[in-house]
Structure formats: C-alpha cells, structure tokens
C-alpha cells in the first residue's frame, strides 16, 4: 500500500531564506509526482508536476525534484516571501489513484 | 490547462436533508472522476472513483448508500450526500482524468459543505 510521508509537518521561516519541502512515498511504481499549495478553506494549486520519467520541474522560483528509486521527492523554494505561506501538499499517482501526503504547512514571518 | 469546474462552492443544510455537488470537466471528456474529502487540517482521502457509465469504485471505510455518485455523461460527475450529518460537514474535491490525452488529474476548487 502506497504511503506518502511529508517532513516537516510545519515550518516556520523569515521572509528571504531559501527553503526544503521533503516528500517521501513507499512504492516506487508511480507514474508522476505532483507538488500543490492548498490556503486554507481554498482547493488545490498545482505547482509541479513530475513525470516518473524525468528529474526535476522549475516554475519560477520552485523546484522540485523525484527520485523515485529513494521514494524521495524535494520542493525548493528560493527566496521565500510571505505569499508563499500555505499547506504544501505533495502527492503521488499510482494505479488509477493519486495518494497524498499529509502536507507542510508553510509560514513565512515578514 | 484543462478546467474543472465544482457547484456549488457552498452549501449549508439541515441535518437529514440531502446535497448534490456536481463535478464538471469544462474542456475535455474524463473518462474518470474522482472524489476527494478533506477534514479540517488533514490532508485529502480519496472517497471513491467513478468511470463514465459504470458503477463507482469506494474506498474503503466510504458507505455508498450514503455517498452516492453518478457518473453520466464524459463531462459530469456528482456526489450525493444522502441523509446529511453535522460530521460529514467537510470539503469535497473532484478530479477528472482524459486517459485519452494526458496522465494527469485535473482538480477542481472543491466544495464546502457544512451541515447544521
């Protein structure tokens, strides 16, 4: 049975620094990796999506990363500004079915 | 991108009343719908999947008597909250998927269902 573990649960961090999402999942057979921001009491954003194929995705100041034989994913966020703050949600699709982890709930301090 | 559309954004109902949310794919034919329930502070938990035309598959620990999906047409799906309690109160999110083009799912804005 697919897991998805995120690490931290929360993170709080001063406006500017650079930051580290992590993404953890049980079974390697995934066909993609998809990495969502939720604000609270909103649906979902989708940030990056990657394929079971490929490395990494950038979008802007984002970038995520896959290794899928570690079941390892990482978000990284540059130069982070206090719209970033939310529940980041990492999320894996396998089998007809996306699992998601439980997110990080991101707070950039001004 | 593809769009998915959610109605409505939200509902308040009495206790033992029913509530439908439809679930729209506004620019391509899912050829399967998903939906999703998400509690306060948790992450999201699939409730069930549903292919066009054929009964719906749901998770287990999801009644289907009491969460009823239909899945009509390529571009429709709904939920059903049959008998409406204070703790199915919750957000509900839709996907759908096109295999016919693309991999991924495509989430709507959810719903907000709160019953008093």
């Known amino acids: ?110 | 991108g593809a769009v998915v559309s959610q109605h409505p954004s939200r509902v308040i109902c009495k206790s033992g009343t029913s509530v439908k949310i439809e679930c729209r794919s506004l620019d391509f034919q899912a050829t399967t719908m998903f939906w999703y329930r998400q509690f306060p502070k948790q992450s999201l938990m699939l409730m069930a999947t549903s292919n066009e035309g054929s009964k719906a598959t749901y998770e287990q620990g999801v009644e289907k008597d009491k969460f009823l999906i239909n899945h009509a047409s390529l571009t429709l799906s709904t939920l059903t909250v049959t008998s409406a309690h204070p703790e199915d109160s919750s957000f509900y999110i839709c996907s759908a998927r096109d295999f016919l083009s693309s991999y991924e799912q495509y989430f709507g804005p959810g719903t907000r269902l709160t019953v008093t």
């Open chain 1, 1 to 110: 049975k697919q897991e998805v573990t995120q690490i931290p649960a929360a993170l709080s961090v001063p406006e500017g620094e650079n930051l580290v999402l992590n993404c953890s999942f049980t079974d390697s057979a995934i066909y993609n990796l998809q990495w969502f921001r939720q604000d609270p009491g909103k649906g979902l954003t989708s940030l990056l999506l990657i394929q079971s194929s490929q490395r990494e995705q950038t979008s802007g100041r984002l970038n995520a990363s896959l290794d899928k034989s570690s079941g390892r994913s990482t978000l990284y966020i540059a130069a982070s500004q206090p719209g970033d703050s939310a529940t980041y949600l990492c999320a894996v699709d396998r089998d007809d079915k996306i699992i998601f982890g439980k997110g990080t709930r991101l707070h950039i301090l001004p």
